[in-house]
């Protein structure tokens, strides 16, 4: 059965780091484009970032271009998060997730948003001080 589990969440000082962990289980992660996105209480889903399957290219929103590093490790089937330079509008559940890229190549964030197929439950990040 096809699997996420993420963690590395919790509550962070603004301006401070969190490295968050998606671990695969089920399915093989070379195959898929794999990316985060988060949700905001009262507020839609927002693409963070993404590493196309085709080429290996990354993408990355403009809100946390420069702060955020997307990485895979395909020998341990996880995809990483490093956040870092964090904001309290920062605050969100983080989700990995896995696209077959059924409709193309994924692009852009934008394009990895809507051709997900797979996602994990979440885990809580808190920018406060």
């Known amino acids: 059965q096809l699997q996420f589990v993420e963690s590395g969440g919790g509550l962070v000082q603004p301006g401070g780091s969190l490295r968050l962990s998606c671990a695969a289980s089920g399915f093989t992660l070379d195959y898929y484009a794999i990316g985060w996105f988060r949700q905001a209480p009262g507020k839609e889903r927002e693409g963070v970032s993404c590493?196309?399957?085709?080429?290996?290219?990354?993408y990355y929103a403009d809100s946390v271009k420069g702060r955020f590093t997307i990485s895979r490790d395909n020998a341990k089937n996880t995809v990483y998060l490093q956040m870092n330079s964090l904001k309290p509008e920062d605050t969100a559940v983080y989700y990995c997730?896995?696209?077959?890229?059924?409709?193309?190549?994924?692009?852009?964030?934008?394009?990895?948003?809507?051709?997900?197929?797979?996602w994990g439950k979440g885990t809580q990040v808190t920018v406060s001080s």
């Open positions: 590493i196309s399957s085709s080429d290996g290219t990354i």
């Open positions: 997730a896995a696209s077959r890229s059924g409709l193309g190549p994924i692009t852009s964030v934008r394009s990895f948003m809507v051709q997900i197929d797979y």
